[in-house]
């Protein structure tokens, strides 16, 4: 079954941390560029940060850029996202997206809630 499942979100304090994953199946996870996206309640999905197939070109946006990193394990077929300094506005639903280097589908998880509070 082809799937992506996000976990590792939470209700965490300002200035704390989180690991998010996002673990693949049923498809050849090396091919696929990654991505993590976010979307708060009321706005657009908004696009977080994206990963190469090989690991080694990543990019973020600007908002995270010195707090946010994302990686990925071939061998396990995941992606991880470590987030660091979280602030208030990080508040959202995170979710994986998978974009294949030929013509196949593009696939998106279902999402992790992270909830950034005191």
């Known amino acids: 079954q082809v799937q992506l499942v996000e976990s590792g979100g939470g209700l965490v304090q300002p200035g704390g941390s989180l690991r998010l994953s996002c673990a693949a199946s049923?498809?050849?996870?090396?091919?696929?560029?990654m991505s993590w996206y976010r979307q708060a309640p009321g706005k657009e999905r908004e696009w977080v940060a994206t990963?190469?197939?090989?690991?080694?070109?990543?990019s973020y946006v600007d908002s995270v850029k010195g707090r946010f990193t994302i990686s990925r394990d071939n061998a396990k077929n995941t992606m991880f996202l470590q987030m660091r300094s979280l602030k208030p506005e990080d508040t959202a639903v995170y979710y994986c997206?998978?974009?294949?280097?030929?013509?196949?589908?593009?696939?998106w998880g279902q999402g992790t809630q992270v909830t950034v509070s005191s």
């Open positions: 990963i190469s197939r090989g690991g080694g070109g990543t």
């Open positions: 049923g498809f050849t996870f090396s091919t696929y560029t």
């Open positions: 997206k998978a974009v294949p280097s030929s013509t196949a589908t593009v696939l």
